[in-house]
């Protein structure tokens, strides 16, 4: 049986090359587009991208034919990012940018400058650019660290943000050596945790290694979390610790253990063993990643391409260059 044979968006049930070839369902979706629904081993579909590809087809990755089929490339970016949502909440905001949301942004951005109104064009314009870090993170997760001295309950702790066992758990210090990530999501966004090595002096490679590597991942953070045991005194070590990142979420942990007396800095009081504290700080997190959601509808730029001609017809208008920004807007 040939094609030729079969309706336009109709369906075939046969045989690929032969009788005794693959099982195969065909779509004629039109006289330009064939599709070839064949078993779902990777030797079957091989095997028929082969012989196409020997009769002088071409081989190209989803993504690329995306990218190629689809006029609008802001339409297309959106076909690809939400591929790579982790999250139903990052996904339904992709899903607005896939129907129209950034594009008719840009658009009426365009339609200003050509109007000659740049003051309305450039808030309009600071607007998305102040929402790229965050449409950024709509296919790429937050990264959040652990960091603290040894043996403070950062493997625990980490273990009940997930909601089951990734990091080990020992009574030993310096038992993580490593940095351990395990993603999971926050009030609906991506994040990706990271448990660092106990942060003291050393004088073990091995340790010092990890310790290096855990300050390398603070550094880098979105977010960091400085985890302190609330059962022991505090140190002139840890107050240290606090004031080289004043930014930090700051959560004194195993509040579950009698309290060493005295006076420690503000923070969290957490149980990683009981669970006490860990639905405020899972909020804490939230609202420090994400500050003010962006509402349903609202237009965000999510990739690399996007941001960088947003970035840079926003340098253009700040030279007068309106002409330039245009163009750079309308190459979206």
Known sequence: RTLGSVPWDGLAVGHFGSF???????????????????????????KIEATLAARGGRTVSWQDWTLDCDP?????????????????????????????ALRRTIDRIVQLLTANKVLLASRELDDLLRRAPFGLHLTDPWHVVLAGPPNVGKSSLINAL??????????????????????????????E???TAGLCESGHPIEQAGIALGRQKMAGADLLILVFDSSQPWSDSQQALLGAWPEAVVVHNKCDLLQWPGKRPGGMAISALTGEGIEALVHVIATRLVADPPPPGAAIPFDATQIGRLRAAHQALAHGDIPGAIDLLTGI
């Open 193 to 195: 945790l990271s448990d």
């Open 162 to 191: 997930v909601g089951y066992q990734r990091a080990i758990v020992h009574d030993l210090p310096g038992t993580t050596r490593d940095v351990v990530t395990a993603t999971t999501a926050v009030e609906g966004w991506p994040v």
């Open 72 to 100: 609008d490339p802001i339409v297309a970016a959106a076909r690809l990012a939400l591929a790579r949502a982790r999250t139903e909440r990052t996904a339904l905001l992709l899903l607005d940018q896939l129907c129209g």
């Open 20 to 46: 005794q070839g693959e099982e195969v369902v065909v779509r004629c979706r039109c006289p330009e587009s064939v599709e070839i629904h064949c078993h779902a081993g990777h030797a079957a579909i091989a």
